[in-house]
């Protein structure tokens, strides 16, 4: 018997829905503005709106914008039955963009010196999901 393993299991994985009209405008290159916009709950405009801004050098707006998609995201999780822990996959696409936006407020946190924050949301982003983890370069 494995004493380190956890006798009550792991909380089932939490997927969220998907908005396809939000995600079929940014994948045809609409303005993540706009997405945003018109869908405010969205996390992945907001994690591209974050991205936009770390790589133009504002990790300032970076971090304000992955912040409103980790908090919008948090919600979604929350309604889909999330407890506050436990898988959140990356290979379900609809969970990407608040996995992109949580890995966004670690780097935007990193760049603006706070450094609680960015080990927070690194390990938050890594116990969720580690594929997520390696795939956006923790």
């Known amino acids: 018997m494995d004493l380190s393993s956890n006798l009550l299991g792991e909380p089932p994985a939490t997927r969220l829905p998907d908005n396809a009209e939000a995600r079929e405008a940014l994948e045809?290159?609409?303005?993540?503005q706009e997405v945003a916009a018109n869908f405010p709950a969205h996390s992945a405009?907001?994690?591209?709106?974050?991205?936009r801004a770390y790589e133009s050098g504002d990790?300032?707006?970076?971090?304000?914008?992955?912040?409103?998609?980790?908090h919008r995201?948090?919600?979604?999780?929350?309604?889909?039955?999330?407890?506050?822990?436990?898988?959140?996959p990356w290979d379900h696409?609809?969970?990407?963009?608040?996995?992109h936006a949580l890995h966004l407020l670690a780097a935007a946190s990193g760049a603006i010196g706070e450094a609680e924050e960015y080990e927070r949301c690194s390990t938050f982003l890594?116990?969720?999901?580690?594929?997520?983890?390696d795939a956006l370069g923790d």
Not at 45 to 51: P, Q, T, Y
Not at 59 to 70: F, K, L, Q, W
Not at 93 to 99: A, I, Q, T
């Open 59 to 70: 990790p300032v707006a970076a971090y304000a914008y992955a912040r409103t998609g980790y």
């Open 28 to 32: 045809k290159g609409a303005d993540p």
């Open 93 to 99: 696409e609809p969970n990407r963009g608040f996995l």
């Open 126 to 133: 890594r116990d969720s999901s580690p594929e997520a983890a």
């Open 73 to 88: 995201g948090l919600d979604q999780l929350r309604r889909a039955g999330w407890k506050g822990h436990g898988p959140i």
């Open 45 to 51: 405009a907001w994690a591209a709106l974050a991205a």
